[in-house]
């Protein structure tokens, strides 16, 4: 035989060993090894991952696969029965195209959202008419409400993006925004505002930083005790839907991401409202009640 | 008897014809396994984007010539707010400009690279223009929108978001491909050429002008509408300079939004099956269709312009 | 004797460090066809385009001595190098007609010159076509795009581009080189015919080829002439060894 | 001097500023991205996990994660590409039905990656129950890959001489042997070239992979090289977020502080990781060639 | 042009040589002959003329073919017209051996003249000698043995010829009877006297040969 | 569409296959370039060890004949009719093209070295057909470059780039490439054409010695070259041979007209 042919050889047999070898050695540590994946809103992301993170930490072998994707793939996915866990900004009623039958939906967290404005505008509070007369195109200069002389830029989430839900329906009172600019994320939105002289959008309290203007509504400031109180509207919960009642890993896990210790010290970071410090309570179709969601 | 035995050596099937038969399958597997990717991705959106008119319901006037995009809602006059006119309008605004500014300075560098200073060209552009390939397109939008937005709104007025921006970033998205393959096709065009042309008389920029650029014609068209093909399909970045509004543009500093903006945008918010989700597979046909236009068009004008070598 | 038309005298030539030619004198009469042969290498390309300056494009290269075209220096840096070559036209080894028309080829010279006038262009397009011996053969697809013709007919293609602007010199690099026996004995008969008009130099590997259509011929080797005399002499009864082994074929 | 050459000279001084203007664009991308990445670049960076929202996260992973992630596409999307590309270049006839093919390849090759993103989603990691993982990551960045690898690889093996390939059929050898012992090697620079192009297309993308090789990257024990462990960096079936994605997402959804500078280095760090990828595929191209072609 | 070209031109030449040779031979047999009054030798020599001429035949059609098949020039081109040309000039003079062979058988039983037929002996002696010299010559390619020849014999062979043709007229003269043989003696001298112009042809060859100049010598 | 002519317009030499060992032999071949006849009436016999040249104006069909022989027009072509190659007919579907074409090597007109050292040029086929012992090897280079006449050029070189030989060495290294598998006819189509006459007269002197050993059959456009270099010469016109004869008959008898006109340049 030739050398180069032996060499050849010699080398398939050392990958096959190889990989037989090390087959060997990882069903050794596998059957404790378990796996979860959640998918869905961005905006629980963050969160789920952090949270999975740490647990991980605690617990050997355990592994959390978390995903984006968007509300609307966490729900599909979840209805499907890919994935273990679909995270979502909306109830599983609101969303479009999705048989909330079946679903079982873990409030986890409670995000407000508010309006935001380029600095240049310097306006700090607006009625929630003019907020509305704003989002539906009625008013586009910011002189008409006092403040100076620059055309209102729009900023919306995408359509179907849970913010823009959230913010429509308790917002601007189920009005619909006129068409305007999209984007498809928090973050892109925020970099926007903060470069637009006379643009205003909206997101969730965690992206507010000192390049934008938070806006007050009513006098009421976008604030996360406000937001407990149930005296600031525009806020939403952060659902993981399961299919069935949650066993095993993902029970444990949901357990995990409801306690304590959990809630207080993550949430804060994150901007997140922890769903026990809620003093009200809403349903999908937007009935408020005291009492927290728990 | 001699010849017989040469006969049956020579009907014999050597290890060669093995071989053969062997690579043959082996290549035409991976060709098939290719179309099979193909065919696949393109029926699975043949089928989710025609599923919008079939199972949905909506007409392709509605689809085609509506101005207003809220799927899953109607218009003030009734009808379902499909409209992608806007988008496709969009697309091809950003895509014509972009390609409108790239090509003289796309063929400017190319020519430079290759008929006036080869080597400078060949150490700084080449590797440079492999570079930008490689960049992602998040990357550009982000430096679009520190950049030329500001640059757009402070020049021309309006929010910066617009046309205008969405073809300056495309500009330079698409820039390295037309340029590499315009390179080329420049290189393809024949040295003996230009001697003639030199020979007869003409100077430099005559020889470029009237020989080697008219013989590249082909190939320069090509590498335009290659990139085009790429500005029509890019979407991260345009998605972040052009605004994202379903509008009709107006002007070029007016929001404005392409298929694949919208596309990329609506996809994780949407469910799979929804009116909403199949409308944004009709987008993705739509891309699909223009996509194949300009690939024929490529063809034909391959075809038509092509000169023996 | 006739002054030459063109001549060089003490020619020198490097590529970088490499010298190609060595103080090569060559006159070359009017209306004379003037053969170069030699082996491969020997320099006889190098020279010929040396005598309309296309060595100039190439990088690295150096030219010593003088080429004078009509008495007149043009390595000088007053000639006008397009004027030059308009006046000594090139001819090259493969038919390189330009992917146009056969009338767009033959009229590039000259549009490029700036003449525009269409009665003066179809003039000289059917002039230098009869000239080059090609007209029967291509009348009729003027329009046609010159490559679509034959290697034969491509190279007189190229030959009338060439005579379209006038030159009184044509330089041709193994015009036949490229082209079966047929084509080639046409384009010689052209050749031959050309001559009357024209001072023709033409680089040839094909011996026979030099010994049938030129009246002087010069032997190149290693970047040196070896002899230059009257064709038949070379042929018959040439004075040096060498040059009597390369022509006889005992070469090498 | 005459107009013409004066024109001329004009034309070339044009050209020249186009090229110079080109080259100041480009410099000015690619200076931007190194002047406002490099600062934050260190060691600790490069080798350092991410960090969800809190400041000082690196990329460690990410990087790790790109190159692992390109190399496994490169080797699925290698094969089949030059399959391809030979069966196109050297057995298919050349009628219609060829080049519907290549027609539908090219169409692949315009189509957002996003499409191709959801395509790969529905296909590897929900059908084939990948999850999001390497290996779907990879496959689909096959397909992404596949039409640009496969046209390249074509357009190089099609540039070398039939000449070529008449001398290895002439010996009595196959038409694949000729192909595979002779063409390829000589199609070697082109198909390298073809192949740091998509390699490059292949680091930026960030679209296709959001859904299929995920957007997270779970801190992995680069203590332990066993591929079927999950926490291994070899493992194939976890999920692998790459530089491009992480750029996005943190671009996107991100909350950390420091976001920006993670952000605009990493942006960094990717410009000189295909640069450092594009000359060492070079070179490495290069020394297989002259050993395969005897050339130096 | 190479080996095989050069191969065929050695043998070409062989044969040329070959074909001076045999008729150099028949030469100096046809003339001793004569002196002899040898009617065998003279016949001998008659048959030996159809040798000569299928060698001449031969010689010439190899040297068309050669220039058809290798179209060659300079050296080459002399070697081949040369041997081309000569060998007309020897087969002619190979004619006039066999004319002197002939005469030999006309001439018995004629009344002879000794004092002429001596001088006959001399001019056949020089006549091949001469034509031997050029012959060789050509061999040789030797330019200036070749003029030479040509000027060495020229004189000498035209005098032989005048001291053989005036006897014989007086002698016709003097003796009708010996008309027939006088004659005769006319004859054969006009026909070595050819032979000589024939050699002299072929020194002027052996000139093109070396030079690739056509003189005329004499 | 080709002109048939009548039988008279052509001569075909034939030989006594009693005296003569006939190594190649064609009959009723045809060869159709998709529905368009491009080469037929060619019942030409190639007698062992000998040079035979085929020679006419381009596009007569004499390269594309060439070509038939060792089945190298399978893929381009339709070819009909008989090759026999020692006997057994070579042009039917059963017999194994590789095997053909090793028997019958191929040199082109263009000098294709690989892009390999001049070593792995001659010994690439057969290595790859299984032959990996480096002495045989070593001993096959040596004899073939020798045969080709180039080893003493290339000896000292052998594992630099083939491509970086001149025209005239690539061509023989090609030869010799062609000859390492022992092929027994050699087929070259204008092997010189891109030659300069140098390199040209030194590679006729190579075929004249390879004629010892195999049966060689040229096409050329030159004439001159058919005429020294080749035993047997045919002429094709238009598709067909036209005459067969032994060269020296071609070149100052030729029975046809036609092929003196061709020969001796007054055609066209």
């Known amino acids: 035989m030739r050398r180069r042919t032996l060499v050849k050889w010699i080398i398939v047999i050392v990958v096959v060993i190889a990989g037989f070898g090390a087959y060997e050695a990882r069903s050794k540590t596998a059957t404790n090894q378990q796996s979860i994946t959640a998918v869905g809103s961005t905006a629980l992301q963050p969160l789920v991952e952090a949270a999975s993170e740490e647990y991980s930490a605690e617990h050997a072998g355990i592994f959390i696969n978390v995903q984006g994707g968007g509300s609307g793939t966490g729900l599909s996915q979840i209805e499907s029965g890919a994935v273990q866990m679909g995270n979502s900004d909306l109830f599983a009623q609101e969303k479009e195209g999705i048989n909330p039958k079946g679903l079982v939906d873990h409030k986890i967290a409670v995000v407000g959202v508010t309006p935001i404005v380029n600095d240049d505008v310097h306006i700090k509070n607006l009625s929630t008419r003019q907020l509305i007369a704003i989002f539906t195109g009625k008013i586009t200069n910011w002189h008409q409400l006092g403040g100076p002389h620059i055309p209102i830029t729009l900023i919306n989430r995408s359509q179907g993006s849970g913010t823009r839900v959230t913010f429509e329906k308790y917002g601007l009172k189920g009005h619909e925004s006129a068409v305007a600019q999209e984007q498809d994320s928090s973050g892109t939105v925020r970099q926007i505002v903060s470069s637009t002289p006379g643009a205003i959008s909206y997101v969730s309290f965690g992206y507010v930083n000192k390049s934008v203007q938070p806006v007050s509504i009513d006098g009421v400031r976008p604030t996360e005790t406000n937001v407990m109180h149930n005296r600031w509207k525009i806020w939403s919960y952060e659902h993981i839907y399961t299919r069935g009642a949650p066993t095993g890993l993902t029970k444990k896990f949901l357990q995990y991401l409801k306690n304590n210790h959990i809630q207080t010290t993550l949430f804060n970071k994150l901007g997140y409202i922890s769903v026990k410090d809620m003093q009200y309570q809403r349903t999908w179709q937007g009935k408020v009640s005291k009492g927290s969601g728990e | 008897m001699q010849n017989q035995k040469l006969a049956k050596q020579l009907m014999k099937k050597s290890k060669t014809a093995r071989y053969e038969r062997f690579g043959h399958l082996l290549s035409l597997s991976a060709l098939l396994l290719i179309m099979a990717i193909v065919l696949g991705i393109i029926i699975f959106i043949a089928t989710k984007g025609l599923s919008t008119f079939f199972r949905d319901n909506i007409s392709f006037k509605d689809f085609f010539t509506g101005v207003i995009w809220n799927p899953g809602t109607k218009t003030p006059s009734g009808q379902q707010a499909v409209g992608a006119l806007p988008m496709i309008v969009g697309s091809f605004l950003v895509t014509i400009l972009a390609a409108i500014v790239s090509t003289p300075f796309a063929i400017g560098t190319a020519v430079y690279m290759t008929e006036i200073s080869p080597k400078r060209g060949a150490k700084i552009l080449q590797p440079v223009t492999e570079l930008l390939v490689g960049i992602p397109s998040v990357v550009y939008g982000f430096i679009g929108l520190s950049v030329v937005v500001p640059f757009v709104r402070n020049t021309f007025g309006g929010s910066g978001f617009g046309i205008l921006s969405g073809t300056f970033v495309l500009f330079v998205m698409i820039l390295p491909t037309i340029v590499s393959m315009t390179v080329d096709s420049l290189k393809a065009v024949p040295k003996y050429y230009r001697q003639a042309s030199l020979a007869l008389g003409a100077t430099k920029w005559q020889t470029i002008w009237k020989v080697v650029l008219r013989a590249a014609t082909p190939g320069i068209l090509t590498a335009i509408v290659f990139g085009m093909a790429r500005a029509f399909g890019e979407a991260l970045a345009v998605q972040m300079v052009i605004g994202n509004a379903a509008l009709m543009p107006h002007n070029l500093v007016s929001p404005a939004s392409t298929l694949t903006s919208v596309l990329t945008a609506g996809m994780g918010n949407t469910v799979m099956g929804s009116l909403q989700n199949d409308a944004l597979w009709s987008l993705a046909l739509v891309l699909l269709i223009m996509s194949l236009l300009f690939n024929l068009m490529v063809h034909f004008i391959g075809r038509r312009g092509a000169f023996k070598k | 004797m006739t002054e030459p038309i063109l001549s060089a005298t003490d020619l020198d030539l490097f590529y970088g460090d490499f010298q190609a030619l060595h103080g090569i004198s060559l006159d070359f009469d009017e209306h004379k066809i003037s053969a170069l042969i030699g082996p491969s290498g020997c320099g006889k390309s190098t020279f010929l385009r040396c005598l309309n300056r296309m060595n100039d494009m190439i990088d690295g290269v150096k030219i010593d001595g003088k080429v004078t075209f009509h008495d007149q220096d043009i390595y000088s840096s007053q000639v006008n190098l397009v004027e030059l070559r308009k006046s000594i036209g090139m001819v090259f080894q493969q038919p390189n007609p330009f992917p146009f028309s056969v009338y767009d080829n033959i009229t590039y010279g000259l549009r490029i010159a700036g003449i525009r006038d269409k009665q003066k262009l179809d003039a000289i397009v059917e002039r230098s076509l009869k000239q080059a011996a090609v007209w029967d053969e291509v009348k009729d697809n003027l329009y046609d795009n010159a490559l679509s013709f034959s290697g034969g007919q491509q190279q007189r293609i190229c030959i009338a581009r060439v005579l379209a602007v006038s030159p009184s010199v044509i330089l041709m690099d193994e015009p036949t080189s490229a082209l079966d026996p047929i084509s080639s004995a046409k384009i010689e008969n052209t050749l031959l015919e050309l001559k009357k008009d024209y001072t023709i130099i033409i680089v040839t590997h094909n011996l026979q080829q030099a010994s049938r259509i030129s009246d002087k011929t010069a032997f190149f080797m290693e970047g040196r002439v070896v002899e230059y005399d009257d064709t038949t002499k070379m042929f018959v009864n040439p004075d040096d060894k060498q040059t009597e082994d390369y022509v006889s074929g005992r070469f090498g | 001097m005459n107009q013409t050459q004066k024109q001329s000279q004009i034309a070339i001084l044009i050209l020249r500023l186009i090229a110079a203007f080109v080259v100041l664009i480009l410099a000015f991308l690619i200076g931007y991205i190194f002047i406002t990445g490099l600062p934050n670049v260190s060691w600790k960076f490069l080798t350092s996990p991410a960090k969800a929202f809190t400041a000082g996260g690196g990329i460690g992973v990410q990087l790790f994660n790109s190159i692992y992630l390109l190399i496994l596409a490169m080797i699925i999307s290698l094969p089949i590409a030059l399959g391809a590309s030979i069966y196109l270049s050297e057995y298919a006839k050349d009628n219609w039905f060829t080049s519907m093919i290549r027609t539908a390849i090219e169409i692949l090759s315009s189509l957002p990656s996003v499409v191709v993103g959801l395509f790969g989603f529905l296909l590897f990691v929900v059908q084939f129950n990948y999850g999001f993982s390497i290996i779907s990551g990879a496959l689909t960045l096959t397909i992404f890959n596949l039409p640009l690898l496969t046209r390249n690889i074509e357009e190089s093996l099609a540039s070398v001489s039939d000449d070529q390939r008449q001398g290895g059929l002439g010996l009595g050898l196959s038409k694949y042997e000729t192909i595979v012992h002779i063409v390829v090697p000589a199609a070697l620079p082109g198909i390298i070239s073809g192949v740091i192009l998509c390699s490059g297309r292949v680091f930026g993308e960030a679209a296709a992979l959001i859904y299929t090789a995920g957007q997270s990257a779970p801190a992995l024990n680069f203590g332990d090289w066993n591929p079927f462990n999950i926490d291994s960096p070899l493992s194939p079936l976890r999920p692998a977020e790459t530089l491009a994605v992480h750029i996005w997402k943190i671009n996107s959804e991100g909350i950390m502080p420091d976001l920006t500078k993670v952000s605009s280095g990493s942006a960094a760090v990717l410009v000189l990781a295909i640069l450092i990828f594009n000359l060492s595929a070079r070179y490495v191209g290069r020394k297989i060639f002259e050993k395969m072609t005897s050339m130096n | 042009m190479g080996k095989v070209f050069d191969e065929e031109i050695i043998t070409l030449k062989a044969d040329f040589m070959k074909l001076g040779a045999l008729v150099s031979q028949a030469v100096a047999n046809a003339g001793q002959s004569f002196i002899d009054h040898d009617t065998k030798a003279a016949e001998t020599v008659v048959t030996n003329d159809h040798e000569i001429n299928h060698l001449q035949i031969h010689i010439e059609k190899r040297s068309f073919e050669m220039i058809a098949l290798y179209q060659p020039v300079t050296g080459d081109l002399r070697e081949v017209v040369g041997i081309l040309k000569a060998v007309t000039d020897l087969e002619r003079a190979g004619d006039h051996a066999r004319n002197i062979a002939r005469s030999t058988l006309d001439i018995k039983g004629e009344e002879r003249i000794p004092e002429v037929e001596s001088i006959i002996a001399t001019m056949t002696k020089e006549v091949s000698q001469q034509y031997n010299e050029s012959i060789d010559s050509y061999g040789e390619a030797d330019e200036k043995k070749a003029k030479q020849t040509a000027q060495l014999f020229d004189k000498k062979i035209d005098q032989l010829y005048n001291d053989i043709a005036a006897p014989s007229y007086q002698a016709m003269a003097k003796h009708p009877d010996i008309v027939n043989s006088a004659i005769i003696y006319l004859n054969v001298a006009k026909d070595l006297g050819r032979i000589s112009d024939y050699s002299t042809n072929i020194c002027e060859w052996t000139v093109y040969l070396a030079t690739g100049k056509i003189i005329e010598l004499n | ?268």
């Not at chain 6, 045809?30 to 491009?38: D, H, I, M, N, Q």
């Not at chain 6, 019942?43 to 190298?72: C, E, H, V, W």
């Not at chain 6, 045969?147 to 050029?153: E, G, N, S």
């Not at chain 6, 071609?250 to 001796?264: A, C, G, M, N, Q």
């Open chain 6, 1 to 268: 569409m080709l002109n048939t002519k009548n039988k008279s317009d052509r001569f075909i030499y034939h030989f006594n296959p009693e005296e003569t060992e006939i190594t190649m032999q064609t009959k009723n071949l045809e060869v159709y370039y998709g529905k368009s006849l491009a080469m037929h009436n060619a019942d030409i016999q190639f007698q062992k060890n000998t040079i035979t040249a085929l020679i006419g104006p381009s596009g007569s069909g004499k390269s594309t004949y060439l070509r038939s022989l060792n089945r190298m027009n399978d893929d381009i072509a339709t070819v009909k009719g008989q090759i026999l190659y020692q006997g057994v007919d070579i042009n039917q579907p059963k017999i194994d093209v590789y095997e053909v074409r090793r028997r019958i090597g191929m040199v082109f007109q263009r000098p294709n070295p690989f892009a390999k050292s001049i070593y792995g040029n001659i010994t690439f086929a057969l290595e790859r057909r299984g032959v990996h012992d480096k002495r045989v090897l070593d001993e096959v280079v040596e004899k073939t470059l020798k045969q080709a006449a180039v080893w003493d050029q290339v000896k000292d070189n052998l594992h630099k780039s083939a491509q970086s030989l001149s025209g005239g060495q690539a061509q023989r290294v090609c030869i010799a490439r062609a000859l390492a598998v022992e092929p027994d006819v050699l087929l070259l189509d204008e092997p010189a054409s891109a030659l300069d006459p140098v390199s040209t007269q030194q590679l006729e002197q190579t075929l004249r010695e390879l004629k010892k050993d195999y049966t060689i059959i040229i096409v050329t456009h030159n004439m001159q070259q058919a005429a020294r270099l080749s035993d047997y010469t045919v002429f094709f016109n238009l598709g067909e041979a036209i005459e067969y004869n032994k060269t020296r008959k071609i070149f100052t008898r030729p029975k046809i007209e036609l092929t003196d006109d061709y020969v001796s340049g007054n055609f066209g």
